[in-house]
């Protein structure tokens, strides 16, 4: 048995501006836009829903829908997530369902399909492919969170341009454009790509949804077609600067308890726990550095979809039996990603898991380990953090101390005390 170190709890203090009145802020962003001048009542309007988890996704996309109820338009909703949802119309609907999205809360109809309709090629000879019920509506309207890519660095990376390839592109495009981003860069083919969508396929409008480091919605944007590009680029940087982070660089074994496709495309967002390059190919500058990751399970929204689940050294057994195979698998081959369906070393329990992983962080003892447990990737406000951090804790205005060292809690099974079991000593 390992001489486990000490644990205790943190909360990072950082910047959390909120959006407060969230159909209010939706509505005055829209109203700006005038897009009454660019539609006429009676014409239809395709919403793109993604597969993230969004904080208040549904209320977004409902105030949306009403305010363009109340210019007179069709909204329907259309998911727009690649291969998600084991790359099935019945499967993506059911991930939309499951955040809120229903027809009866949105007050309109869903249409799903993995049907598209190759527009055109780009210059670089990529087909574009969009979403048919998307194409053969009047208008659409693009939503998406805007936040740090898992994989690509640039002026642009997750947002309203990829929501526009990957997602309303269904599966055929995404399969496509992960292709291309092997012989062009992300940038060129995003841009290059979304150029053609903006002017053939109708965009009316989009959506843009920035998060806090809280997992809040903190800034909601309505933005024009023709201002796509530069607008997603202010809010990236707005993104970045309230991202969610670790509280410390460096650590030697990063607990997680859940990953999903939900909480980020590759399971567990990489601008969070590093790994964001391949293997071999990391920069010294790569932050922050964790030597091995230990994953307990999946989210439920996630529907058995473990895509990124290869970043991690271990997890447990009950996670691996969580997972779907099959849309693990379809997932990371069209992302371009197969070393991401990858399976982790697999133990029983917890204490077994962690009595595996401590000899494998070098020569560091286990009782000065410098370990970190997070729920998710989102939820990094507060975490359980090992005694070697005490004092740098203490000294940091960012970081507040909100119990005292206690031992590493283990039930009768050998598996961790739930994450709200300890109660903070403020």
Not at 41 to 68: C, T
Not at 374 to 403: F, M
Request: overall charge negative.
């Amino acid at each position: 048995m390992a001489d486990y170190p000490q644990m205790f709890r943190v909360q990072q203090v950082r910047e959390r501006p909120v959006v407060e009145d969230i159909p209010g802020e939706v509505e005055s962003q829209l109203a700006a836009l005038d897009l009454g001048k660019k539609a006429r009542p009676g014409e239809s309007v395709a919403i793109s829903a993604g597969s993230r988890g969004i904080a208040n996704i549904h209320i977004v996309i409902k105030a949306i829908v009403d305010h363009l109820k109340g210019l007179q338009l069709k909204p329907f909703i259309v998911p727009a997530m690649g291969s998600h949802g084991g790359g099935t119309a019945e499967g993506q609907q059911e991930i939309v369902e499951g955040y809120g999205m229903t027809e009866e809360f949105l007050g309109c109809p869903i249409r799903s399909s993995m049907e598209t309709v190759v527009v055109c090629e780009t210059k670089e000879g990529v087909p574009v492919h969009f979403d048919r019920f998307a194409y053969d509506a009047d208008h659409v309207v693009v939503c998406a969170r805007v936040k740090p890519h898992t994989d690509f660095v640039g002026e642009i990376e997750s947002g309203l341009m990829k929501m526009m390839l990957i997602g309303l592109g269904k599966h055929e495009g995404a399969k496509v454009y992960h292709r291309a981003f092997q012989d062009y860069s992300f940038d060129q083919i995003v841009r290059s790509v979304g150029a053609e969508v903006l002017s053939r396929c109708g965009v009316l409008a989009g959506v843009g949804v920035v998060e806090n480091s809280y997992d809040e919605t903190a800034k909601v944007a309505a933005v024009s077609a023709e201002a796509f590009i530069e607008r997603e680029k202010e809010l990236l940087v707005l993104a970045k600067e309230w991202m969610t982070r670790l509280p410390f660089i460096e650590v030697d074994v990063l607990i997680i308890d859940e990953v999903g496709k939900n909480i980020s495309g590759s399971g567990m967002d990489t601008n969070v726990v590093g790994r964001k390059y391949k293997a071999g190919a990391e920069p010294k500058t790569d932050y922050p550095r964790v030597k091995r990751i230990i994953v307990r399970g999946l989210t439920e929204a996630t529907h058995g979809n473990a895509a990124g689940i290869g970043k991690a050294e271990f997890c447990t057994t009950r996670c691996l039996e969580q997972i779907d195979i099959y849309k693990t698998r379809i997932n990371c081959l069209t992302g371009g990603g197969p070393a991401g369906a990858m399976l982790p070393l697999n133990y029983d329990t917890d204490r077994e898991l962690l009595d595996v992983t401590l000899p494998t962080i070098g020569l560091t003892p286990a009782k000065e380990a410098r370990i970190t447990w997070i729920r998710n990737t989102l939820l990094v406000a507060e975490a359980e953090c090992s005694e070697v951090y005490w004092d740098e804790a203490q000294s940091r205005s960012d970081l507040e101390i909100i119990s005292e060292l206690r031992p590493f809690s283990f039930d009768s099974d050998g598996d961790f005390t739930p994450f709200e079991a300890e109660v903070a000593t403020r």
